[in-house]
């Protein structure tokens, strides 16, 4: 198969120059770059005081859930500390299925929530779109139990669910969101891990 490189390495440059624009919106939103750090503390907080932190997603959201809960369970930067109590939601195959197919997909989150979380818990909940019933579902089930609810997603529009804090990277495209979420995922991670030593 004929491969024209320099068309794909000129496309290639043209995809980190987006994604390079989006960080620099992130990093130039005040409001954004101070929700993200209050979300780390407050998570921190909660783990600190015995709380759990549920991480959950679809699609590539579902891959960064396991990531970011990987990044606590196991060590992160600092390879000394302690576990830190994290559970990416819906990697339970057996609870998943059952659930999809006795009630929804839509309830896959929010079920396993009402089952494990209790007041005092953490649901971080990624959704680019912010509009996944799952998504909703899981947000709304963890507001009823009192939980400290995180939705990361893209921007910001009137139809996002009720989360106690939101952060929207300014961006609709879906890949540049996921790269974003997965920064400020990371950055929340090693202030938890530094706030938990």
Partial sequence: MMTDVAAFTAHLRAQLNTTAAVLTAVNNDVA????TVNAAIQTAKAIQNGGTLFICGNGGSAG???HLSGELIGPFLNKTRRPLPAIALGFDPSA?????NDFTFDAIFARQLTALARSGDVLWALSTSGRS???????NAANE?????VLLTGAAHSELPTA???????SRDTPRIQELHLVLGHFMCEMIEQLSV
């Fill in 32 to 35: 954004l770059l101070t929700a």
């Fill in 64 to 66: 960064e859930a396991t």
């Fill in 96 to 100: 998943s299925t059952a659930i999809a």
């Fill in 133 to 139: 019933a799952n998504i909703v579902n899981a947000l």
């Fill in 145 to 149: 139990r009192s939980l400290l609810t």
């Fill in 164 to 170: 106690d804090i939101i952060l929207a990277v300014p």
